[in-house]
């Protein structure tokens, strides 16, 4: 096994399990935790591939890693909103997960400015 | 390959960097300056779209600019052909007409000086507007990444701009949706790197190679941008999302925020795999469509709310928006014009933008009038908001596609396309949504005109310039349909769309 193909199954396991963790987990910083599992493998595959440009004689493909960079930022900002959110649905609530609700069930009686 | 800028470069430019310095100048200056910055970047972007317009009808060709002067596949270039500008153009004025709306409801009270409520919602809609804008004539795919993300993140605050808690619950459904859908598409950009070495829109489409990497990129992109675009199945964020946010804020998110990812979904099989995809994936998302508008309409039908209603409907119209690609395909096939089945979805997406932002606002007004919005119980609207219920009913004419409305032209376009490909069966789907569009267009409108219990007085009383700014974006959408008189701009800086049948 080529250290390619290991790392790409390791991708493959992370983003799996990071699919699986997203959908079972009810509370949801586990489901936060579970998409970031996710952007992991995602971000090896994308390593894989700037490896690849290295072994092709090119001295490591740049633009894979300038494109990671950019990923990385992109789903540290996701995760910061995603945490902000259910800090503050647990201040409100105290909980931290999703209910069945069709969203409008208590707006009949809260006051709603519109 | 170089593609050296064309003229009008610079606006394209402009038009996704003003609304990003309009943010910064919004956040810095704060309280109720905001509001006033939004509105001038709102004006001088509706300015610039209409410049746009012009430079793309008087050149023919389409708007390139190249970033640094460093051309693709080492730089990144911005790209505007025909249907970005008709979204850029679209955006730009609902946008403006909600921003007028929204006047009424976030302005920042006397003697405060700095309310959150207001402050993020002009700042966010400004993101909101800049974001599109990258999504409409980004050149290359992962820039394309980059503006769907921006757009996520403007619109999801907006859903829980209350701060309730089901609106909370609604923002994070939706964006853990709209992650997941990102991470798919983002995989799917890697594979192609990976693969063919550029990101650029037009290299892609002349390396890509039907084989079973480009497939797998292909689905992957696809389902990472249903999830975001909310199509039948993975529709369920939205009711929640739409229908618990502010009105103004439901007609952004409902109207144009969701175009984002279709356009994408459009940009990518047309331009990307048109050679690469088979037809039976067309119909397999077509179908997804059918499903939509079907499930969708019927479920709107039994709900009890109003706001609830109208976001249900747009689940349905969506389906619309995915009818085109077989049709466009078959078209090909048949070696006609398959131009006519595209400019049916382009207007198909425009004059559900422009109807279903005045029915969310409509919806808003009778909220706030009757302090409920409860189907079973809208007597006495007529009455006291009469400007709005007509707003409503136009709106609803042209979800149905009632002549002379956008919604009509566009219907007629794609089922014409659907005649001319011999695939009835779209037919047949789509006279069915109109119908049951009609069913709870005419349910609200009915109740609505009921005469209110004698000493029945409106809770609050609406801003007459409320109601006129709903009524006449509700008539620029019953009207859109003299477009048929307009040159065709969607086919400006296409040349791709013969690419189906070369290859």
Request: glycine fraction near 10%; charge should be positive; charged fraction near 10%.
């Amino acid at each position: 096994m080529t250290s390619t193909t290991f790392f790409g199954l390791c991708a493959a396991a992370l983003v799996g399990l990071g699919c699986y963790g997203l959908i079972v987990n009810a509370q949801l910083l586990r489901k936060l935790l579970a998409f970031n599992l996710i952007g992991h493998g995602v971000f090896l595959v994308c390593a894989i591939i700037a490896h690849r440009g290295a072994a092709d004689g090119l001295g490591g493909d740049p633009v894979p890693q300038a494109l990671l960079i950019t990923a990385i930022v992109v789903a540290f900002a996701a995760s910061a909103l995603a945490v902000a959110l259910i800090l503050r649905l647990f201040e409100e609530t105290g909980s931290a997960s999703l209910t069945r609700s069709d969203g409008l069930a208590k707006s009949d009686t809260a006051e709603q400015e519109h | 390959m170089t593609t050296p800028t064309t003229g009008g470069g610079l606006l394209l430019v402009l038009t996704v960097l003003l609304p990003v310095v309009g943010v910064l100048l919004g956040l810095v200056v704060g309280g109720r300056h905001a509001q006033r910055v939004a509105l001038v970047t709102l004006l001088l972007g509706l300015a610039i779209a209409v410049a746009l317009t012009g430079q793309l009808m008087h050149s023919g060709e389409a708007v390139v600019y190249v970033l640094g002067g460093w051309s693709p596949p080492l730089g990144v270039a911005l790209r505007a052909d025909g249907i970005s500008i008709v979204m850029i153009l679209a955006v730009a004025v609902v946008v403006a007409f909600i921003a007028i709306y929204a006047c009424g409801n976030f302005g920042t009270p006397a003697g405060v000086r700095e309310a959150r409520r207001p402050v993020m919602f002009w700042l966010l809609l400004l993101a909101i507007t800049g974001s599109l804008n990258l999504v409409f004539v980004s050149g290359d795919v992962f820039t394309l990444y980059v503006a769907l993300e921006l757009l996520t993140f403007a619109a999801v605050p907006l859903v829980s701009l209350d701060g309730r808690a089901e609106t909370l619950q609604a923002a994070l459904r939706y964006l853990l949706y709209a992650l997941l859908g990102s991470m798919l598409y983002l995989l799917g950009i890697f594979l192609l790197y990976g693969a063919y070495g550029t990101l650029d829109i037009a290299l892609l489409a002349q390396r890509i190679q039907p084989e079973t990497l480009a497939w797998a990129a292909a689905a992957l992109m696809t389902a990472g941008l249903l999830a975001k675009t909310a199509l039948f199945p993975l529709h369920l964020w939205l009711p929640p999302a739409h229908a618990g946010a502010p009105a103004a804020a439901s007609a952004v998110l409902s109207a144009l925020v969701i175009k984002g990812a279709w356009f994408l979904v459009v940009r990518l099989w047309f331009d990307v795999f048109a050679g690469v995809v088979a037809p039976r994936s067309m119909q397999l998302l077509a179908a997804m469509g059918a499903a939509a508008i079907l499930i969708g309409n019927v479920v709107a039908l039994q709900q009890a709310r109003l706001k609830l209603l109208i976001a249900y409907s747009t689940v349905a119209q969506i389906g619309y928006l995915f009818l085109m690609f077989p049709l466009a395909a078959g078209l090909n096939a048949a070696q006609l014009d398959s131009a006519a089945a595209v400019s049916g979805g382009m207007l198909q997406a425009i004059s559900h933008a422009t109807a279903k932002a005045a029915m969310f606002m409509a919806a808003g007004l009778i909220y706030v009038t009757l302090g409920h919005d409860r189907v079973a119980d809208l007597r006495g609207v007529g009455r006291a908001l009469p400007m709005t219920l007509v707003a409503f009913a136009l709106g609803g004419a042209s979800l149905i596609g009632l002549p002379p409305s956008g919604g009509f032209f566009a219907k007629w376009l794609l089922l014409s396309a659907a005649l001319a490909s011999m695939q009835w069966w779209w037919v047949a789907v789509m006279i069915a949504g109109g119908l049951l569009t009609s069913a709870y267009v005419f349910m609200v409108v009915v109740r609505a005109l009921q005469p209110a219990e004698p000493d029945w007085k409106p809770r609050t009383r609406v801003p007459r310039y409320q109601q006129g700014v709903v009524l006449a974006l509700a008539v620029c959408s019953f009207l859109l349909g003299v477009v048929a008189w307009c040159p065709d701009v969607t086919r400006i800086g296409r040349p791709g769309l013969s690419v189906v049948e070369a290859r």
